[in-house]
């Protein structure tokens, strides 16, 4: 590999470390929980993964109102369906 491809390496691999660490190098946030104990907390919990499709603009409209009224989009979509489901 060329001395240019290796660089462009290393600088994808550089951004994609910053993106997995919220964008600060050696940031002072705590590690987010491994996947692991992630899905034995959300068993706890009684979360079952739902997997769907749906329209990107959809997508979108619902990331903006969970950003908006600051709450989780796990937390917005649950409601949206149990009031959907109750009329």
Same mark, same amino acid.
């Given at each position: /590999?060329?001395k240019?491809?290796?660089?462009?390496?290393d600088?994808?691999?550089?951004?994609n470390? /910053? %993106?997995?660490?919220?964008g600060?190098?050696?940031?002072?946030?705590?590690?987010?929980?491994?996947?692991?104990?992630q899905? =034995?907390?959300?068993?706890?919990?009684g979360?079952?993964p739902?997997?769907?499709?749906?329209n %990107?603009?959809?997508?979108?409209e619902?990331?903006?109102?969970a950003?908006? =009224?600051?709450r989780? /989009?796990?937390?917005?979509?649950?409601?949206?369906?149990?009031?959907? /489901?109750?009329g």
């Open positions: /590999m060329k240019t491809g290796l660089a462009k390496s600088a994808k691999k550089l951004m470390q /910053m %993106g997995a660490r919220g600060a190098i050696g940031g002072g946030e705590a590690p987010a929980p491994d996947k692991r104990e899905r =034995e907390r959300d068993r706890a919990a979360l079952v739902f997997a769907v499709k749906l %990107g603009d959809l997508v979108k619902l990331q903006s109102r950003a908006d =009224e600051g989780d /989009m796990n937390e917005l979509v649950a409601e949206l369906l149990k009031k959907g /489901m109750a």
